[in-house]
């Protein structure tokens, strides 16, 4: 690791640590019993669409219960809404609770999606010579900084007979990777749906690898521990809808594309490729899913990504 990328991360982890460790909470970020504040992406399309149809309100609306939605623009972001208490619920990928929890934050597992590894990959521009992971040895290589792909990638080299330190790793966002990829200026880019299917679609991209046997590209459900604690009901009924809509996509995904279409701002057709590569079924944290987590934590403690050990069952009301 060269002595920039070093600073570079241990930059990130400060500011993170120092956002998540803010214990002079605002009025309005309190626990509110009438309240249920969701926090989402624009690319988590089942709760956007339950967002859209709104069935939780329905739902909650004879318990005095008001929903509001939260957009943030990446997991870790909503992550520290999450831990400041400006929202009550969440849904982010499989890095960024490890980080958050490693700086401090006090959430709780609450659910996960089965795995959908088809859903990420790495690709590279179709005329590009590299043709397998060992030929990223020495390259750039841009991910979202503490996103679900910072995983895949650590795992994806591991795989391969490489090592983080063999990359040079890019920190871009995705419309800013992507447009990288387009000009040249990287090699590679590792990125999730429905960005990648329109990667592959839009930019003349080519897949170089999804996380087939290398991630299992959990999603999860994440609370606040006090809402969690004081409100397991009404984080029940969310679940409970949100499988409804679940298999709705799972039924309907062309006419879901249609819908999201507009609000993710892609053609549909990409959209229902990204949707096909998504599970759309969610089940309770148990200690499987948990393990995992353990050794994504484990392994980034040991990359010294992260700046102390963690016990990812820490992050559970048992």
């Known amino acids: 690791m060269n002595h920039s990328t070093f600073r570079g991360r241990r930059t990130f982890l400060a500011a993170l640590g120092a956002t998540l460790a803010s214990t002079a909470l605002p009025a309005w970020a309190k626990y509110q019993a009438d309240q249920f504040r969701i926090g989402y992406q624009k690319a988590a399309s089942t709760l956007v669409l339950l ?3 709104g069935a939780l309100e329905k739902r909650l609306a004879p318990l005095g219960i008001k929903v509001s939605w939260n957009e943030f623009p990446a ?7 999450l831990n400041v208490g400006a929202i009550d619920f969440g849904y982010v990928g ?3 609770p490890v980080f958050a929890q490693a700086a401090g ?3 709780i597992y609450t659910a996960y999606e089965i795995p959908t590894p088809h859903a990420e990959g790495v690709v590279v521009a179709k005329n590009s010579p590299v043709k397998t992971i060992a030929d990223l040895k020495g390259k750039k290589v841009a991910f979202n900084r503490g996103s679900d792909v910072h995983w895949f990638i650590v795992a994806l080299l591991r795989k391969n007979g490489l090592g983080i330190g063999d990359i040079q790793p890019i920190y871009l966002a995705p419309a800013d990777a992507r447009a990288a990829l387009e000009q040249g200026s990287i090699a590679a880019w590792a990125i999730w749906d429905p960005f990648l299917s329109a990667a592959l679609v839009q930019s003349n991209a080519r897949l170089l690898a999804d996380a087939q046997g290398v991630a299992s590209h959990h999603q999860f459900f994440l609370s606040q521990r006090e809402y969690a604690q004081k409100r397991q009901n ?3 009924i969310a679940m409970e809808e949100l499988g409804k809509e679940g298999q709705w ?3 309907n995904t062309a006419a879901a594309a249609a819908q999201l279409a507009p609000i993710q701002g ?4 990409i959209i229902q490729t990204g949707l096909e590569h998504y599970a759309h079924v969610y089940q309770p944290i148990d200690a499987t899913v948990l ?10 403690y040991d990359l010294k990504l992260i700046p102390r050990k963690i016990v990812t069952k820490d992050a559970t009301l048992a």
Do not use: W
Request: aromatic content about 6%; hydrophobic content about 45%.
């Open 51 to 53: 967002k859209a149809h």
């Open 75 to 81: 997991g870790p972001q909503l992550l520290e809404g």
């Open 94 to 96: 499989e890095a960024p």
């Open 105 to 107: 934050a006090d959430f």
């Open 234 to 236: 009404v984080i029940a």
């Open 249 to 251: 996509v799972k039924q």
């Open 266 to 269: 892609l053609d549909a057709g």
């Open 291 to 300: 393990a995992e987590q353990q050794r994504i934590a484990d392994t980034f």
